[in-house]
């Protein structure tokens, strides 16, 4: 009896805290404004996608600790979509239906924002984007704070041309969608300034490509016949440790032949046996090894969050601040999270960017940005050696395309159009 | 806040305005004659425009200042810093987390500081070049034969006609071959480009059957643009000449890049060749005994960091051990419960293979480790200007071999061998005849996946070390194993070996991509012709 008795008084108070709880949850999440964070943090992009969820938590955080946001703590949802591109779309979907998030900050391959594209559209919600991209879209539910191709590769290739001397190009890729876009921009770019086309090798490699004998080889053949040659590299994640290997063992140096890489970061770097990598090139928006003010915050606050002082900073977590902070004031010029306030509010805003001047959101949703060349250093870090005298403005249609040359995006009214053609006045949808 | 922060920063600056006379006064008394230069180019030198560096690089350059060659090499390697708190260039190398600076004159140390005290000076490629190219003229007279070596390397088709005048009165007095032979050709890349007539004449008999880029080219030039219709017919022949050399080099070096592609596909295949070849078991964990041996060369080089170089060594032997005795566990603990259902022994050891990755994803990182190249390992082998082996693929290639050779010896010249075979060909018989066939079982999967983790350890040297390296190699392993005919080693060899040839052999006019799907469908008609492979096992021991 007693013993029942007993039992039953605890389950009784047991119930009551419960409730209690869930009734402080409800009150709170009423009161919360909902930040969605939508990166894999399993599967094969886990490596690079996961620090960036880590990067909004603590963007969230600190902002909580300025007080939140209208008032309201923000509270961030994090869903993992496991690297594959279907439940992207379906994790989104929960994200805006499910759990009414005001803003999302997510995705990192172009097959995974392809992916969610037509849900943020649906829903009308946003999505914050912050990976380098190959351009050719501009949708009214997207943001764009990673590099469009005139933000990283056509500067790539300036400096190479002017300060370098290139004459003769390799564009290696590997083959999907970003390296071919990329590469055909690239070409008729080249072409445009007078590259013939015999001075120009295009080669493309699968996935995770370990045996680079041959490409080298030929790489080397191409780039000895007097004139200056410089490799465009959009050789993606793994692929790039034998690549560069294989090019140190062949002797090919980065004072003869150098390497400018897209998709090699800091974080990428820190899985690397840098030695045969130093001197090669990478072009970014953003180096851990930028002097400034606000990356030495920016830094400080990170290895604090994360708990240690040896993870790296890279472009994309810079993207999440820009986009973030963006995000953040133009929500406070509408005065509310509703999206189309927030989208007409955020044209126009300008927020610090970690390289110490301001980054300004775009009419076409694409931002500024400087442009910076950096050399591999044998610590893992770049040395920037080159950067652009002012900010470049993200371009969403490619200037050097035929399809795309005379497409123009600008989301404000009247025009409020993704992709208007000039030549014949017409608005021809969202995408493609 | 902000108020704060300024107020904080002014007060520390103040601090370090008193304090600092006080340390950095006597280090830099004693020489602040000498330092001067280059203390007095710092903003020069720091400059992010490569005019006003250059300049200043010049300036030292010309200057006749004994530490000129010391400040420049320090610029060359990175080592310049401009300390922040003085603005003064100092010495820095890095010890620790921070950096260990010094007077980059004498190198007198000067202590530690974080590294966000320090700025780089910094530099680029372009600028790189013009620095050897001023060091190489210093180092003309280097006692050392290797830094002459490189000097003149570096200067070869960028020195101008002083310096080359310079050398060519060096050359009767140079003692060592090589250097002799780099003046040589320095000048003779030189005078093909702007000696006079007669000298470019001397340089054209001294070019024939030579194979150097840069006088190829410099040949190319010559044999459009000379005045002088000999001398341009001449070029032109010499050119020919050298291509059709270089044709035939080009085809030796494709057969060597087919090796050695080859080389990997065996080395990944040999252990499969006995579990799978021998034994019948479809061990789709092959590719993770695979990544245990590459794990256990990256743990070996962690353990031993001063021993960089004979970490492979180490490696090789406990690479076979973890993999030999997890295959052994997998053995006895899954797959002998399995023996006669090949589909399940299949499902059984994928399951495996999945939890062996997500184990290293747990314990170790889902990144990728760096395994470092040992320095013999690194470079490659220069047989002529024209055709060099890199060492890697080289010591690769060889390994293969050996390991071929050692596992052919152990299965037919040991008692374990012939036992291992006996089992192999008639269970009954041979457990008949004493034999333990369970312990040879374990033992012979043991040696088996023991290979496979040696392969670990050469695949290391190539490509990344991640959770993921077993899945690049099994595939190709099964392909391999199949194609050259399942239980024959030889037979693993030679379709390892020519399916690495045929794909390099493709891959210049194919692609990369292509010629993989070409290789892919080749094996499929292949096999739908000849179901047993390239070497087929015959009688008895086919098991029909």
């Not at chain 1, 039992?7 to 999440?29: H, K, Y």
């Not at chain 2, 023996?339 to 314990?363: K, N």
Request: with cysteine; proline share 3%; charged share 20%.
């Amino acid at each position: 009896m007693f013993i029942r008795n007993r039992n039953s008084r605890i389950s009784t108070s047991l119930v009551a805290g419960i409730l209690s709880l869930g009734i402080a949850g409800i009150a709170q999440a009423a009161d919360t404004i909902k930040v969605g964070v939508l990166h894999s943090l399993s599967g094969t992009m886990a490596i690079s996608e996961t620090t960036l969820k880590d990067t909004m938590l603590m963007l969230i955080e600190e902002q909580n600790k300025k007080g939140g946001l209208l008032g309201k703590p923000l509270e961030a949802v994090v869903v993992d979509p496991a690297s594959d591109w279907p439940l992207f779309a379906e994790k989104a979907r929960e994200l805006i239906e499910i759990e009414n998030v005001a803003a999302t900050f997510g995705a990192w391959t172009s097959v995974s924002r392809k992916s969610v594209l037509p849900v943020f559209e649906e829903l009308n919600s946003l999505l914050f984007y912050p990976v380098q991209y190959e351009g050719e879209e501009s949708s009214k539910n997207v943001f764009y704070t990673g590099a469009a191709p005139n933000q990283q590769a056509i500067p790539a290739v300036d400096y190479l041309m002017d300060d370098v001397g290139a004459e003769r190009w390799v564009l290696a890729g590997t083959d999907y969608v970003y390296p071919r876009t990329t590469n055909k921009i690239l070409e008729a770019y080249l072409k445009d300034k007078g590259v013939a086309a015999d001075d120009i090798m295009i080669n493309y490699t699968p996935f995770g490509h370990s045996d680079w004998q041959s490409i080298v080889a030929e790489i080397k053949k191409f780039g000895s016949d007097g004139k200056k040659t410089a490799v465009v590299s959009t050789v993606n994640g793994d692929a790039n440790v034998p690549f560069y290997k294989e090019l140190a063992n062949q002797g090919v140096s980065a004072e003869d032949i150098p390497v400018i890489a897209f998709s090699v970061g800091e974080e990428e770097l820190s899985g690397f046996d840098t030695a045969p990598l130093v001197g090669h090139l990478a072009a970014w928006n953003y180096f851990m090894s930028v002097e400034s003010d606000t990356n030495d915050e920016f830094i400080t606050a990170w290895h604090e969050f994360i708990g240690s002082e040896d993870r790296v900073t890279n472009d994309p977590m810079e993207a999440h601040y820009i986009g973030f902070n963006m995000w953040v004031k133009a929500v406070e010029k509408a005065g509310t999270t509703d999206t189309d306030a927030v989208e007409s509010a955020i044209i126009g805003v300008s927020v610090p960017n970690l390289s110490g001047g301001f980054s300004t959101m775009m009419p076409n949703h694409h931002i500024t940005k400087p442009v910076l060349i950096g050399e591999i250093q044998d610590d893992g870090q770049f040395d920037i050696v080159w950067e652009t005298s002012g900010l470049v403005a993200g371009d969403a249609w490619s200037d050097f395309l035929p399809d795309s040359k005379m497409l123009i995006s600008d989301w404000r009214a009247p025009l409020t159009c993704g992709n208007y053609n000039v030549s014949d006045g017409t608005c021809s949808g969202q995408n493609l | 806040m902000a108020g704060l922060n300024t107020l904080g920063r002014a007060f520390l600056c103040f601090c370090f305005l008193i304090t600092l006379p006080m340390f950095t006064q006597p280090v830099f008394a004693q020489d602040s004659q000498l330092t001067n230069l280059l203390q007095d180019l710092a903003s020069d030198l720091t400059s992010k425009k490569r005019p006003v560096q250059l300049r200043a690089i010049d300036t030292i350059a010309k200057s006749d200042n004994q530490y000129r060659e010391r400040w420049l090499t320090f610029l060359l390697q990175g080592e310049l810093y401009v300390n922040k708190s003085d603005k003064s260039i100092v010495h820095a190398v890095k010890s620790g987390k921070g950096f260990a600076i010094s007077n980059p004159d004498n190198g007198e140390a000067l202590g530690e500081v974080k590294k966000r005290a320090l700025s780089k000076v910094r530099i680029n490629n372009a600028i790189r070049v013009k620095l050897k190219g001023i060091l190489g003229t210093m180092r003309l007279t280097d006692p050392d034969p290797l830094n002459r070596l490189v000097a003149l390397e570096d200067l070869t088709g960028k020195a101008d006609s002083v310096v080359v005048d310079t050398i060519r009165g060096f050359i009767p007095d140079e003692t060592d071959n090589r250097v002799k032979g780099a003046m040589q050709l320095l000048i003779g890349v030189h005078d093909l480009k702007q000696g006079s007539n007669e000298q470019q004449r001397a340089a054209l008999e001294y070019a024939e059957g030579k194979l150097d880029i840069e006088l190829i080219n410099e040949l190319r030039t010559l044999s459009i643009n000379s005045e002088d219709e000999n001398i341009r017919s001449r070029a032109l022949t010499l050119v020919e000449i050298a291509e059709n050399k270089k044709r035939w080099y080009a085809r030796v070096e494709t057969l060597f890049f087919g090796l050695s592609l080859g080389s990997v596909l065996v080395v990944a295949a040999i252990g499969l060749a006995i579990t799978f070849g021998v034994m019948g078991v479809i061990n789709m964990a092959h590719g993770e005994l695979i990544m245990l041996g590459a794990y256990t060369t990256y743990f070996v080089q962690q353990l031993l960091p001063s021993a960089i170089n004979y970490s492979l060594l180490i490696a090789i032997p406990a690479a076979f051990l973890v993999s030999g005795v997890v295959g052994i566990i997998i053995e006895r603990g899954v797959i002998r419960h399995l023996y006669g259902r090949p589909l399940e022994t299949l499902l059984a050891t994928f399951g495996i293979s999945l939890m062996l990755q997500q184990t290293v994803r747990t314990f170790v990182s889902s990144q990728n480790v760096a395994v470092i190249n040992p320095v013999w390992m690194s470079g490659s082998l220069e047989i002529n200007p024209a055709l060099s082996l890199t060492l890697n693929r080289l010591i690769i290639l060889a390994f293969c071999l050996v390991v071929f050779m050692v596992l052919l010896l152990v299965l037919n010249r040991s008692s374990f061998g012939l036992q291992m075979r006996a089992v192999a060909q008639n269970r009954q018989m041979a457990r008949a005849m004493g034999i333990r066939s369970s312990r040879v079982d374990a033992l012979t999967f043991g040696l088996g996946s023991g290979i496979a983790g040696i392969a670990g350890v050469a695949l290391s040297q190539l490509g990344n070390v991640g959770p993921n390296l077993g899945q690049n190699y099994i595939i190709d392993s099964f392909m391999v194993v199949v194609f050259g005919g399942v239980g024959n080693l030889w037979g693993t060899l030679v379709a390892g070996m020519s399916l690495g040839i045929a794909n390099k052999v493709v891959e210049p006019w194919a692609g990369a991509v292509m010629a993989k799907i070409l290789i892919l469908v080749f094996i499929i008609m292949f096999i739908q012709r000849k179901p047993k492979g390239l070497f087929p096992q015959l009688g008895r021991a086919a098991g029909d």
